[in-house]
């Protein structure tokens, strides 16, 4: 198998994490308060993120979730 690059490793992973999300939630295992919750939480701790080497990294992330939260991305907003 080929070596995968990691930021299309990272999107690949994002795109299954949001479409898990979006099933549990369509599927009523988790409520649209406890999707919205994980991703705050993920943000977070990236936001904590002890460590200068890879500071600039860990806001970027930050930044991308607090990103999909605004956008709804991840969660069908009724």
Do not use: F, Y
């Amino acid at each position: 198998m080929m070596p995968v690059p990691t930021d299309i490793a990272g999107l690949a992973a994002l795109s299954i994490c949001e479409s898990l999300l979006l099933a549990l939630n369509d599927r009523n295992i988790l409520p649209e308060k406890e999707i919205v919750g994980i991703l705050q939480d993920a943000a977070a701790a990236h936001n904590a993120a002890p460590g200068r080497d890879q500071a600039d990294m860990h806001k970027a992330v930050a930044a991308l979730i607090n990103g999909i939260l605004a956008g709804g991305n991840s969660v069908r907003r009724r």
